[in-house]
């Protein structure tokens, strides 16, 4: 039973390793481009779960160019 106990451990463990850095923090150059637009667009999002790539993506044909294009890039990325 305990070595069920740690390989369940393990195995949670590894996947939210895993989760983690599926989950990029954004670049200077994102945060550069992005912030005018998530000031103006998003301000009251909290950051995590991908909240804030949300709201970006739902205003994106008002975002700056600047902004859709590290935004395109980070989509073509993944």
Known sequence: MFKLAIAISFTLSF???AAAR???LPTDEQRV???A???R???DVLPGGGRIIACMM???AQLSEACKKVMDA???KD
């Open 41 to 43: 667009f998003c301000p």
């Open 37 to 39: 637009d998530y000031n």
């Open 33 to 35: 481009a992005c912030l």
């Open 22 to 24: 599926a989950q990029q």
């Open 15 to 17: 996947g939210l390793a």
């Open 74 to 76: 980070a989509v073509k």
């Open 58 to 60: 739902r205003q994106y």
